[in-house]
């Protein structure tokens, strides 16, 4: 079977098993956990629901042209509402305190933040010298989905900030606190650090262990300053550093390391 007939059948079966994965995780926080209702629906879709959909969408738009404007606002709306909804549940009671959205002293704010964004970029600078020395291939989505054109840079900035308040909101703010009287802390940084990469995996699995890894040391930052505020701060500019800042530049290089040359017909400066 070649494997663009094969695709459909992957599709298939991915999004079964998310299915599958999304009643079993609701059924088990509902009934065994004990979790409200609302906490039990949410937490199943961040945890089953919205990384199946990532993994499911890899193999529909491999090896197509994407439009990359579309792409971004689509992932816009989606992030701004994943963490709209976070918002909201996770602070119906203790209000955005019980989800880590308090205040830091200046200094210590920026230090926290200076540290993180440190941490994030040497992770992908680390990762870029492995795939360099050991030939393993960067995904060519990756290379495709960043921003070529003026337009693309703009719409690219409120998608990494959508990125680091959505997301911190998510799976740090959120997850975190809700899942540790259940795993304890270290169980909960660990799994919603799991899922966080796999949110990724149209970067591959090279993407995926490295925004593991960067998603790692966020929660460890969220955990340890006792504020989400540092978190969302570095991811955002992380984001901002590696899509519009540098860029390729960060990829393993093209034709030495292995990612494959793309040839993208929206490359002309708008």
Same mark, same amino acid.
């Given at each position: 079977m070649s494997p663009s007939h094969s695709r459909p059948l992957v599709v298939r079966l991915v999004t079964w098993?998310?299915?599958v994965s999304f009643w079993v995780v609701l059924l088990v926080l509902r009934f065994v956990a004990g979790l409200e209702v609302i906490d039990a629906i949410l937490l199943s879709v961040l945890l089953a629901a919205v990384p199946t959909l990532s993994l499911a969408q890899v193999p529909l738009i491999e090896g197509s042209t994407i439009e990359r404007l579309p792409a971004y606002w689509g992932s816009i709306i989606t992030l701004w509402l994943l963490g709209s909804a976070c918002w909201f549940v996770g602070g119906r009671e203790g209000g955005?305190?019980?989800?880590?959205?308090?205040?830091?002293?200046?200094?210590?704010?920026?230090?926290? !933040?200076?540290?993180?964004?440190?941490?994030?970029m040497l992770t992908i600078l680390v990762f870029q010298r492995l795939a360099a020395w050991t030939?393993?291939?960067?995904?060519?989505?990756?290379?495709?989905?960043?921003?070529?054109?003026?337009?693309?840079?703009?719409?690219?900035?409120?998608?990494?900030?959508?990125?680091?308040?959505?997301?911190?909101?998510?799976y740090r703010g959120y997850a975190i606190p809700v899942l540790t009287p259940l795993l304890g802390i270290p169980g909960a940084a660990v799994?919603?650090?799991?899922?966080?990469?796999?949110?990724?995996?149209?970067?591959?699995?090279?993407g995926i262990v490295r925004t593991a890894i960067m998603g790692g040391i966020l929660a460890w930052g969220f955990l340890a300053s006792g504020s989400l505020l540092?978190?969302?701060?570095?991811? !955002?500019?992380?984001?901002?550093?590696?899509?519009?800042?540098?860029?390729?530049?960060?990829?393993?290089?093209?034709?030495?390391?292995?990612?494959?040359?793309?040839?993208?017909?929206? !490359?002309?400066e708008g």
């Open positions: 098993g998310g299915v955005p305190a019980a989800m880590g959205l308090v205040g830091l002293p200046v200094g210590s704010l920026l230090a926290w !933040t200076v540290a993180l964004l440190a941490a994030g030939g393993i291939q960067e995904s060519p989505l990756l290379r495709q989905l960043l921003p070529k054109t003026r337009d693309e840079r703009r719409v690219f900035a409120l998608l990494s900030v959508a990125a680091g308040t959505g997301e911190e909101l998510a799994l919603t650090t799991v899922v966080f990469g796999l949110l990724h995996s149209y970067q591959g699995w090279l540092p978190s969302m701060i570095a991811h !955002t500019l992380i984001d901002l550093l590696a899509g519009i800042v540098l860029g390729e530049r960060l990829l393993s290089p093209a034709g030495v390391a292995g990612v494959e040359q793309y040839e993208d017909p929206m !490359t002309q």
